[in-house]
């Protein structure tokens, strides 16, 4: 039997002005297991507070009720009161007889008898109620990154700039992700390499940071402090503690008709590689799908010219298990396939390229030396075409349905560069919308236009078709001249829509962290939470939550940083205990629990029961981990025999308020 | 069609492949099939049988054994309306699908026993299927029925002649039944009134004598033990005191099995006050496909059935305020 | 009993923590007033809500309950709201399939920050279940007061 | 005002096409092959269509001019189907004006199954004079 003790607040007038307090402090005395009730005039004061703390002592409460404001304001005061006192704080219940009750009724009689059965319902709560601790969970002091972009970078940098240490898996065989490819970056016109590359020697230089070049996350289990990930670093036939980066074996390999990934194939590397000459970390890889020692056993070259002894032809895949307490993911973007749009003849014609493309042209490491040449002929373009939104804003059928942000941007760099470098050359952009929210985003895109006679144009292109003196005939209309154009260009720039990398689905997937339609990662709050998962302990970097420019990248990067930091910083995680647990006797394990779960909270053991004969018996049943569970409730409705309930908000519990409301 | 699949019952036994082979044999009367677990040869050529009164679905019987050891080899005979359970039991982990030996048997519907007692035929001792009619075996000599007379309800308003999930098949598999008809008394009842529906369930419901045999017949119904049964629930009843209890107890059942109820028909033929329970199932499901789009349980043994799924833009509850018929 | 008096029913919403019954909190910051016979249980999100405390606050008496959480999308939990939608979409269906006046239950949707549609809601939902009458449909004979 | 509504959902109801997802982009009418021919262009046809301005359309000749070639329906980045709202408007102007040239038991022997029946209609109406 529980020892319940009433406190009814007057706050002032704002509850006794319309609530007769003491008529519900005596009606509510009169409950069964209450053995004290009172009314003051304001309970979350001092001298309030020591009135529970008090009557805790001196009745030997086990059960609290506050009839007071909302329990999203006080809730707190009076569970750190009653703990004071040596109540377990989870013994208090709030009857919300302000917010929901004294200031929403005139009548006094009506407030009042309201008051009273809230302030019964609160009771019937607390007479089921039961201590309740919360848990504790350590905290490894290790952070993991996957994606070894600009986002990666960042997050790893700040991170360890904290003081912990930082492990990056980037799956190519050198971190710096998509910005390494591009030539200047908008809206400053700073060269990408010059301001990234010092970011990836402090990677690489960083002693708390540790990059997995050329590796994969294989597995992730555990929860929020506690992950264990095993990674594979894939065998790269070179040992990176041996290979000095000379470069030798990349000139001798005889393998030379290997396309460039890095130039999107626009020119050929050898088997041996090392994708640009800034890489980190610079170690060759050889590409076995190319490589004619591993694929018919006789060659060998690149072992012969290394004179570090760095060649391996029998490397394995290597497995490594290493533990966690944050992950984040940074897995980035690609841009989408663009020959599924046979109207803008990206297929059939060399010189239809996308923005990525016409970025290495321009870019003094690409295949042309940074000379803007047409990929057919090698010729200077006059006339160069941008189209936007190929596949963005589409209809799912047609392509993404979301805006791609960032092409409007590079597209108005690309038309503004082209006419700097080369003023003979006419450039049109075919536009929907121009969309340039950013800071110095809409002056940029105005120089274009006004300071470098970029033709930008309302409409969009219907028809690119290839013609036989090798121009490319754009058909286009105009919305404001309301015209329908007809434009020999020599080059077509396509803006590509963006896409999650495709990595990032399987991740999600083991993760346990949700995805939406589209494949980006999903926030916890959208405006509130923005870069953690609704996962505990997994956070969010970069373009894998949603496109992204670099700057927003990299404040992303730090926002996620920041997160982890606090995290890490520590020793052990206070677990919220109201959560969901089951019922080991009811529990039948058919998973329904698990499928509804937002937090991969619920995982299923095979455990062994002693059975009424005394035989032993495994079952299958439902374990929630209270580190992970936020106790929303859902597996407790899936649940149909009730195994599941929840700490707090109990079936019975709700059922008692209920009952006392209905009355 | 018996006696192959009692050969196979026996080979597969013999040779060690299975341990226990569950099917049908008569029970209190020779057109009464029960579902059994045979363990010999003997048990077999004794007593199997499998005619057009086996319409018990013996899903269930496989987590029955499987819990009394779970390592043990089962050979099982299923119907197609049988495989579905059996798939969405697997999905719900309640029979490990590697310890069971599944033989698919084609089905072209039952027969309904009470039908043919209520065509006079009397002293009903076995029946064959010969095409359009049923040949019945009763101590005063052969009589023969049609059909469409005699067939079960369930079978009339077939889902689907397809199985779903087997090692073999004897006979002959079927298809998914394209327009079974199998809402239309659903849709007859949405058709009335308010009044009218609660006037229908009250006659219905309050019949109810809580046997618990739809209950125990389900194989939806897979709980270790009901929340109707346990004092802790705070909903317990034992026997139902007010309509409201009658009530209650249909309509929680129902949820409970909502998105998970293969719609087998076994919760109204096995009800002693014949209320037709699986008219609040098949509204579930009659409500899914509309709302969420077509789904059948047991389809397969991985989908998230819908009450444990969404889309964002799933309908609104007020769907239900909107429609016609208040 | 009673005859000829007014009838004023008793009502019952489900609160999710985070939205709605911050809400409610709102309105009755913003002193917005709706009737006393409605009395909100707070539960951390939609998708706590059984369908059994549905029926149970029916038999104890309850002539109507409505339930409150995030709007779609908004869920603190993330998802929760969208199974509380499917699930009280399809109870909804079987009661008023049972020939239960379907206006005698509702959903609806506020944010933390919708303190005038929580009252507005509610104000309109009383009305409609005054209209409707004291439920008798779904009641425990027993606990009729 | 109301007849020009009802107008308006005729031609939507008749086309079955979603003009409110139109964006505005100009593809279809960057994609026209008859579109010097035309007074009112692909896309002017969708939004004066949404804007409920059908009347300027029924009288236009450009409902003529329209080949029916699918090529805005196909590249239409919202799905809006301009085609077939054109076609619809097209339909309306013949009936306004009493001259139904379909001639229903012609139908069956010009079917072949490579032939879209929308595109049929559409040349037996046009063309049949």
């Not at chain 1, 870019?363 to 002929?377: E, I, Q, V």
Request: aromatic share 8%.
């Amino acid at each position: 039997m529980q020892r319940i003790g009433v406190f009814v607040c007057h706050c002032g007038t704002n509850i006794a002005g319309t609530v007769d307090v003491k008529a519900v402090a005596e009606a509510l005395g009169r409950e069964p297991s209450v053995v004290t009730s009172v009314d003051y005039q304001y309970m979350c004061s001092e001298s309030g507070q020591n009135l529970i703390k008090d009557a805790i002592r001196d009745y030997k409460l086990t059960g609290v009720v506050v009839c007071s404001c909302s329990p999203r304001m006080h809730e707190n005061t009076f569970r750190k009161a009653a703990a004071a006192a040596g109540l377990n704080p989870y013994m208090v219940e709030i009857a919300n007889i302000r917010e929901q009750c004294s200031w929403i009724h005139k009548d006094v009689a009506e407030a009042t008898e309201k008051a009273i059965i809230l302030g019964r319902a609160a009771i019937a709560k607390v007479q089921l109620n039961a201590p309740l601790v919360a848990g504790e969970s350590p905290v490894i002091k290790r952070a993991l990154v996957i994606g070894g972009g600009i986002a990666g970078i960042q997050t790893a940098l700040d991170i360890a700039d904290a003081g912990f240490e930082v492990d990056i898996v980037e799956k190519q065989p050198t971190i710096g992700g998509k910005m390494t490819q591009l030539d200047k970056t908008f809206p400053t016109l700073d060269c990408a390499a010059c301001i990234l590359t010092p970011k990836m020697v402090e990677c690489a230089q960083n002693e708390l940071i540790n990059i997995y070049s050329y590796s994969e996350v294989d597995a992730v289990s555990g929860f929020v402090g506690n992950f264990s990930v095993k990674i594979r670093k894939k065998a790269r036939y070179v040992d990176e503690t041996k290979c000095t980066g000379c470069g030798l074996c990349t000139e001798k390999c005889p393998q030379k008709k290997v396309p460039n990934e890095f130039n999107l194939g626009m020119d050929n590397r050898r088997a041996v590689y090392i994708p640009f000459a800034q890489a980190v970390p610079k170690v060759a890889t050889i590409d076995a799908d190319y490589c004619t020692m591993l694929k018919t056993g006789k060659c060998g070259v690149c072992s012969k010219v290394c004179t570090a002894g760095a060649i391996n032809y029998k490397q394995t895949d290597e497995i490594v298990e290493r533990q966690y307490g944050a992950i984040v993911v940074a897995t980035g973007f690609n841009p989408i396939k663009v020959d599924k749009y046979d109207e803008y003849a990206y297929g059939q014609s060399k010189d239809v390229i996308t923005s990525l493309e016409f970025e290495r042209l321009t870019n003094a490491a690409g295949p042309t030396s940074g000379k803007l040449l047409r990929p057919s002929d090698g010729k200077h373009p006059h006339k160069i075409v941008f189209i936007q939104c190929v596949g963005s804003r589409c209809t799912p059928e047609k392509g993404k349905s979301y805006c791609s942000k960032i092409c409007c941007m590079y597209t108005a760099k690309h038309a503004m560069l082209t006419r700097e470098k080369y003023p003979d050359t006419e450039v049109y952009v075919f536009y929907i919308d121009v969309r340039t929210p950013g800071k110095n985003f809409d002056e940029f895109y105005r120089r274009a236009t006004e300071e470098y006679g970029v033709h930008y144009i309302k409409g969009m292109v219907g028809k690119v078709s290839p013609k036989a003196d090798g121009t490319l005939e754009v058909q286009a209309s105009d919305l404001i001249m309301n015209e329908q154009l007809r434009i020999d260009a020599d080059l077509v720039v396509l803006a590509a829509a963006i896409e999650p990398d495709k990595s990032a689905r399987p991740l999600a997937t083991m993760l346990t962290a949700s995805m939406d339609t589209n494949d980006f990662f999903t926030e916890a709050h959208p405006k509130l939470r923005p870069v953690e998962s609704p996962t505990a302990g997994i956070f969010l970097s970069g373009a894998c939550q949603g496109p992204k420019d670099i700057p927003e990248t990299v404040s992303q990067a730090g926002a996620a940083a920041a997160k982890v930091i606090g995290l890490l910083a520590k020793n052990k995680l206070t677990c919220n205990p109201c959560v969901a647990h089951s019922d080991e006797l009811l529990c039948n394990g058919c998973s329904q629990c698990a499928n509804v779960c937002p937090y991969g909270a619920i995982t299923y053991i095979e455990k062994e029961f002693v059975m009424p004969d005394r035989s032993k018996k495994i079952r299958r049943v439902a374990s929630v981990n209270p580190a992970v569970c936020q106790g929303c409730g859902a597996c407790t409705v899936t649940c149909p025999s009730g195994a599941m309930d929840l700490h707090g908000f109990s079936n019975r519990q709700i059922m008692a308020e209920v009952d006392a409301i209905c009355k | 069609m018996q006696e192959v699949m009692k050969k196979r019952a026996i080979e597969l036994l013999s040779d060690g492949t299975v341990a226990k082979v569950i099917g049908w044999m008569p029970g209190e009367f020779s057109y009464d099939m029960t579902p059994a677990v045979f363990t010999t040869a003997e048990e077999i050529e004794s007593n199997f049988v499998y005619n057009d009164f086996c319409g018990a679905n013996v899903s269930k019987y496989v987590m029955r054994e499987q819990k009394k050891a779970s390592d043990a080899k089962i050979l099982v005979f299923l119907k197609p309306c049988d495989t579905y359970s059996f798939n969405q039991l697997t999905a719900e982990h309640k029979i490990v699908r590697e310890n069971v030996y599944v033989i698919g048997v084609g089905c072209d519907g039952m027969a309904d026993v009470e039908k043919i007692k209520a065509a006079g035929i009397e002293g009903i001792t076995g029946i064959e299927s010969d095409g359009d009619k049923f040949i019945v075996k009763t101590v005063y000599g052969d009589e023969t029925i049609a059909r469409a007379d005699a067939l079960a309800e369930r079978c009339a308003a077939c889902k689907s002649k397809k199985l779903t999930v087997y090692d073999e098949i004897i006979g002959e598999d079927g298809e998914v039944v394209e327009n079974s008809g199998r809402f239309d008394l659903v849709a007859k009842l949405e058709a009335m009134s308010a009044d009218e529906r609660f006037e229908f369930w009250r006659n219905e419901l309050s019949r109810c004598i809580r046997c618990n045999a739809c209950r125990n017949v389900c194989p939806a119904c897979t709980c270790e033990q009901c929340v109707f049964d346990n004092p802790k629930s705070g909903i317990d009843q034992k026997a139902a005191a007010d309509s409201f209890e009658e009530n209650m107890f249909h309509i929680i059942r129902a949820f409970h099995v909502a998105g998970r109820c293969t719609d087998c028909g076994e919760c109204s033929r096995v009800c002693p006050q014949h209320i037709p329970l699986h008219l609040l199932n098949r509204k579930f499901i009659k409500d899914i496909n509309e709302l969420y789009g077509d789904y059948q349980a047991g389809d397969d043994t991985e989908s998230k059935h819908p009450l444990t799924s969404f889309t964002y833009d799933d309908a609104e509850p007020s769907v239900i305020h909107e429609r016609g018929n208040e | 009993m009673q005859v000829n008096e007014q009838f004023t029913p008793t009502i019952v919403a489900f609160c999710c923590n985070w939205c709605s019954y911050a809400g409610a909190d709102l309105s009755g910051t913003n002193r917005l007033q709706y009737p006393a016979n409605v009395k909100i249980i707070r539960v951390p999100c939609s998708c706590r809500v059984n369908p059994m405390f549905i029926l149970r606050a029916f038999q104890r008496g309850a002539d109507g309950v409505i339930i409150c959480g995030c709007h779609p999308g908004d869920c603190h939990y993330t998802t929760g709201n969208y199974y509380a939608r499917r699930r009280t979409t399809l109870l909804f269906s079987m009661l008023d399939y049972l020939g239960i006046e379907r206006n005698r239950t509702r959903v609806e949707w506020v944010s933390a920050a919708e303190g005038a549609k929580f009252a507005a809601t509610m104000n309109d939902f009383v009305a409609q279940i005054t209209e409707l009458g004291p439920n008798r449909r779904l009641e425990d004979l027993r606990c009729r007061k | 005002m109301e007849n020009k509504t009802g107008m308006k959902e005729q031609i939507l109801r008749m086309s079955g096409a979603a003009v409110q997802k139109c964006m505005r982009c100009g593809k279809c009418s960057g994609t026209c092959p008859s579109y010097d021919e035309m007074e009112y262009h692909p896309h002017e046809f969708v939004y004066m269509v949404e804007k409920g301005d059908v009347e300027k359309l029924l009288k236009s000749e450009s409902v003529y001019k329209c080949l029916t070639c699918f090529a805005c329906v196909e590249r239409c980045p919202r799905g809006v189907e301009p085609a077939k709202v054109i076609e619809a408007v097209r339909l309306e102007a013949i009936r306004e004006q009493g001259r139904n040239h379909l001639k229903p038991d012609q139908i069956p022997e010009l079917l072949d199954e490579e032939t879209p029946g929308q595109l049929l209609m559409m040349a037996l109406r046009k063309y049949a004079k």
